[in-house]
Every structure is written in C-alpha cells, then in structure tokens.
C-alpha cells in the first residue's frame, strides 16, 4: 500500500512540473507520404499507390492449438491438422450480378396519326428505323391515275392497332409540359411483333436512309417480299374496304 501511495506521489509531481508522454513517431508510410512530390497544386504524384491492389496471396499460418472444439454431439468432429502450420487461401468474391434487362415502355390509348407516326397521350411516336408513307402520299406509273396510298398506309395501321397499347425501347423524352407535344423516335412491338417490319413488309413504308435497303438492314427481307408480291405502294390500288368489315384484312 505504502508503495503505491508513493508511486501516485510522484506520478502527480511530474504531471504537475510539465512532464506528458513523448508523442509516438510518425509510421514510416505517413512519413513517406508526406514527402511524395507536389506539383505545386497540392497533387501528390505517388502514381504507385493509386494502382488497383494485386489479388490476395494465400497466406501460412501457424496452427492454433488452443482452440475450444463446439461441435454438438452427434455430428462428425472436424480431424485437427497434423502440421505445424496451414496455407489460408483467399476468400472467393463472387461475380457481379447480370444488369436486369430493360423493359419495355408501354404506351396505352394509341391513336394512329399517319404510317409511321402514333399518338399517345401528350407524345408523338415515331417508328425507328423506317421511312413511312405521308398521309397525303399518292402512288402509281408516271402519267398513269394516282392513287392516295398514304391514307391506305395510315388505315392499314390502324386495323393493326385498334387503340391497343404498344411496347416500345425505353428512350429519354423530353419534359412533358402543358400544351406541347413531345416526339419520341423509338422502335416498338404490338403483341410481338415488330411494327417497322410489319409496315416493310405490307408494302407502306421501306428502311430509313440511315439504314439502306441492302442487306445489312434489318427489313431487307421484308422490303424484298413486299417488292416482290407488289404489295402496298409496289402494286395496284386495294379495293376500298366496305364500311362494317372485320379490321382483320391487313394483320
């Protein structure tokens, strides 16, 4: 007792005469850092530290012998290692998850402006990757009777449509504001099915430019089939549809 009152004495009189513990040296990695080069900017340019880490080592170590078994009776004890040391291997990261596929937009209450262009609501879609007949289109030989084969085009679509909902490739619009119309330039799918390549293919629209209608476009084939079968605007004009009929002529 007598000698820890002693030693608490003269703890308190060197606290009290301005002693404190010397403060620990910097580690030698701090120490390094501090003296990396600057550029004048405050930049350090330890390009070395800012490599990515190599992957982990396995890594030997000395065997515990201290360890406390838990395991429950009745299950199989795990056999202690012989050796005097064990080889830890890295822990295994697994992959990253695949991206989530994007879905597609739906777009309801669809009304049919022309060939390539739907309304819906306060947008405009456009259909990728074609280049419809204007409504006001005409068609037929040179110094022969035209026929008004954009407003074909625009009733065919129309049969195809119905008002039903679409699904089109998600793609940035612009802000919806009141009375304007915003234009949407995507490709879309009614029940599966590609609306451009249906247009291509009944003769009421043909690969935009961009595209080109050799072989590489993706309604090559289509176009090639309506040319062929001299559908649409590559053929006589279609007999009027009777008023009442069954808007499934052109599906």
Avoid at 124 to 139: D, F, S, T, V, W
Wanted: glycine content about 10%; proline content about 14%; overall charge neutral.
């Amino acid at each position: 007792m007598v000698l820890l009152i002693a030693g608490a004495v003269a703890l308190g009189a060197g606290l009290h005469a301005g002693f404190s513990p010397p403060t620990p040296p910097l580690p030698a990695a701090n120490a390094d850092s501090g003296a990396a080069a600057d550029d004048g900017a405050g930049i350090s340019n330890d390009a070395p530290a800012r490599e990515a880490a190599e992957p982990e080592a396995p890594r030997v170590e000395p065997v515990r012998r201290n360890l406390r078994d838990v395991t429950p009776s009745g299950m199989v004890h795990v056999p202690r290692p012989q050796s005097q040391t064990v080889v830890r291997l890295p822990a295994i990261v697994p992959p990253p998850p695949p991206p989530r596929p994007v879905k597609p937009r739906r777009w309801e209450r669809t009304r049919v402006l022309s060939a390539g262009v739907v309304q819906s609501g306060g947008a405009e879609i456009r259909i990728a990757g074609i280049e419809a007949l204007p409504g006001e289109a005409q068609c037929g030989p040179a110094g022969e009777a035209q026929w008004p084969c954009g407003n074909f085009a625009r009733a065919a679509l129309r049969r195809l449509l119905r008002g039903r909902p679409i699904e089109c490739d998600p793609v940035d619009t612009p802000a919806e504001k009141a009375g304007e119309t915003r234009s949407v330039i995507t490709r879309c799918e009614i029940d599966g099915r590609d609306i451009g390549e249906w247009l291509v293919s009944r003769g009421w629209a043909r690969p935009a430019p961009a595209t080109g209608d050799d072989a590489g476009s993706p309604y090559a084939e289509a176009l090639q089939s309506a040319r062929a079968e001299r559908r649409g605007q590559w053929g006589d004009p279609p007999a009027p549809i009777p008023a009442g009929e069954a808007a499934q002529a052109d599906y």
